[in-house]
């Protein structure tokens, strides 16, 4: 009972994504922050107000922190499987281009 | 970008990446502000006094209490990165060995904020014209201007100086060839920190006067300067030459 409950803290505190997830993850903080970056340039100098700028910057950088820290259900689209088990009676059998290894 | 810490990590390496990049480009982006600062400057009157730097001190020094004109447009030396100039009157004089390089102190400096910027009690309150009423006594707002012209302009006349100057020996009476120079520090937001530009650079003209005639600290309890360009001064000197006293209402 403790275990399982332990266990279910953990996973929501690790916040695991799937490889699509964790790619696109990447690109959604790349575009964001680099977007947010040249917005409150533009937008400071347009209005020569440099508290906007840092505003905007500021803003910008924790709304990319919402999006991209927790584990949103849409990075877990494309989740990888196990292997299915084998019972150890089969043997192993490990194929390294097409050689058997094991 | 697994788990949330590895995201944490990785949103924040970028982020500071970006900040960085933002500031320097805010930074750069002031050199396509077009500067154009010019300032008159000009003596008012000059004394040479002696007293000692401090109460119990035995040693006597000269200090000259240098009050000046000024008038200045710097208007152009604020954009959206400026945090606050730092503005600076100093007394420059030749040294007395050759080949030296002249003595420079301040007489006068002022910091005149910026738009964006806080207020503090140090900003500098421009003196009123005669003739206006003082605005009712309160703490004016971050960034409200406490000067009764444009931001950066200044018209100062017959300004006492802040500090008393004395020279590294001891002695200032009869010094030539001193002059007054306007200098100043503009603090940006971000970026590097700009002194006063003597030369074109780029986008950004020199300044234009900001130096004074030359003078000459006069001798210990010099007299003021004869008036003789007015009637009434004229008149003054030529009865106080001759012996006779100028004839005053009240007795």
Redo the contacts between chains.
């Keep these: 009972m403790a275990d399982q409950l332990l266990e279910q803290v953990r996973d929501a505190v690790e916040g695991q994504i799937d490889f699509e997830g964790q790619r696109l993850a990447e690109l959604i903080t790349t575009v964001l922050l680099g977007g947010v970056g040249i917005l409150a340039f533009l937008v400071g100098f347009m209005s020569q107000d440099i508290k906007l700028a840092l505003y905007i910057g500021l803003a910008g950088t924790g709304l990319t922190f919402l999006a991209v820290v927790p584990p949103w259900p849409f990075y877990n689209k494309n989740p990888e499987g196990w292997l299915p088990a084998r019972s150890a009676a089969a043997g192993i059998s490990i194929d390294v281009d097409g050689q058997k290894v094991g | 970008?697994?788990?949330?810490l590895v995201?944490?990590q990785?949103?924040f390496g970028?982020?500071t990446t970006?900040?960085f990049?933002?500031a320097a480009?805010?930074a750069l982006?002031t050199f396509i502000h077009p500067q154009t600062p010019s300032a008159t400057v000009a003596l008012s009157n000059v004394q040479v006094v002696r007293g000692r730097p401090h109460y119990y001190s035995y040693k006597k020094e000269e200090y000259a209490h240098v009050k000046f004109d000024m008038d200045a447009d710097l208007s152009t030396l604020f954009?959206?990165?400026t945090k606050q100039v730092f503005l600076y009157l100093k007394a420059v004089y030749p040294s007395t060995k050759a080949g030296e390089p002249s003595s420079e102190a301040i007489i006068w400096d002022a910091i005149l904020p910026g738009a964006?910027a806080p207020y503090n009690q140090n900003h500098f309150l421009h003196p009123l014209p005669k003739g206006t009423k003082p605005p009712k006594s309160r703490k004016p707002k971050s960034g409200e201007s406490t000067s009764p012209y444009p931001r950066g302009v200044l018209k100062l006349k017959n300004q006492r100086p802040k500090y008393q100057i004395t020279d590294m020996t001891g002695k200032l009476q009869n010094r030539t060839d001193a002059r007054l120079e306007l200098g100043w520090n503009v603090q940006p937001?971000v970026g590097a920190q700009v002194w006063t530009n003597w030369q074109d650079l780029g986008m950004w003209k020199a300044l234009e006067g900001g130096r004074s005639e030359v003078f000459a600290f006069p001798a210990i309890g010099a007299k003021k300067k004869v008036d003789t360009s007015t009637e009434k001064g004229k008149e003054g000197h030529r009865l106080e030459a001759g012996g006779e006293q100028p004839r005053r209402n009240n007795v």
Excluded: D, E
């Design positions: 970008m697994h788990s949330v995201r944490v990785n949103v970028f982020f970006v900040a990049s933002v480009v805010i982006s954009n959206w990165n964006a937001w």
